[in-house]
């Protein structure tokens, strides 16, 4: 099983039309985020079915398949890691941090984050997420900040907390809006944990940071927060 084998399958499902749409729909133009990912349009659900083919995938296979130009191709190989995440921790963790440069959008990273970096680091010490906060690299940022989700679901939130103060004064949209998703998360587990954060850092938060994170407010909490911010 090679990872030719996951690319010819690939492109068996490959989508001109779509492709066009999901060029556009992750800012793949010149000075955007996205610039210079290619796209072949294979939907989410499709490379799910893939992954579940090629599940048995060697780790040195879906390696190569990461460093492909193809978007669908990476993806795919970060969800057949995540599959085989539970048998191999360590390899697949270590892979994963020595080829974040080809984890560089946002759906690469919300689907893989958490599952791998979060995971394997839920017992143990987190100090590579603060160098990742602090990374030059906007998607080495949001891994730091959706590796947490992981921990969130285990009700522990301090590292969340944390990063999000990091990120407060990051100045890129898909920042803003990672932490904001991060603290709602928290929010929804323990508003009043989420109230003190709002609390203490309303004033420097960025009004996207601020609108995700109080989604689930009421039409009341949310217009006192705004109009305080």
């Known amino acids: ?16 039309k779509k492709a066009k ?14 610039y210079g ?32 130009k193809i978007h669908e191709h990476r993806l795919t190989a970060l969800l057949i890691l995540v599959k085989q ?10 892979l994963y941090l020595k080829n974040t440069k080809y984890i560089n959008n946002w759906d690469l990273v919300d689907l893989s984050a958490p599952n791998i970096v979060g995971e394997y680091l839920y017992q143990k010490p ?9 990374s030059k690299s906007l998607w080495e940022r949001r891994i730091a900040v959706l590796s947490t989700f992981y921990f969130i679901r285990q009700e522990d939130f301090k590292d969340c907390l944390k990063i999000a103060e990091i990120l407060l004064e990051d100045k890129h949209d898909l920042i803003h809006k990672a932490v904001g998703w991060m603290l ?14 709002l609390n203490k850092h309303l004033k ?5 940071t601020l609108r995700y994170s109080i989604e689930r407010f009421s ?3 949310r217009q006192k927060f705004l109009s305080a911010h």
């Open 1 to 16: 099983m090679k990872h030719t084998d996951v690319i010819k399958e690939l492109n068996k499902l490959a989508d001109k």
């Open 21 to 34: 749409l999901l060029a556009r729909f992750f800012k793949t133009g010149k000075g955007q985020y996205g």
């Open 37 to 68: 990912d290619v796209f072949i349009g294979v939907t989410v659900p499709k490379q799910r079915e893939v992954v579940k083919k090629f599940s048995d995938l060697p780790i040195s296979e879906s390696q190569k398949l990461l460093k492909s």
């Open 85 to 94: 995440f539970e048998e191999n921790q360590e390899k697949i963790f270590n």
């Open 126 to 134: 987190r100090k590579i997420l603060y160098k990742m906060a602090g």
């Open 184 to 197: 709602r998360e928290v929010g929804k587990r323990d508003k009043k944990v989420l109230v003190q954060f």
């Open 204 to 208: 420097k938060m960025p009004r996207t």
């Open 219 to 221: 039409e009341k909490e």
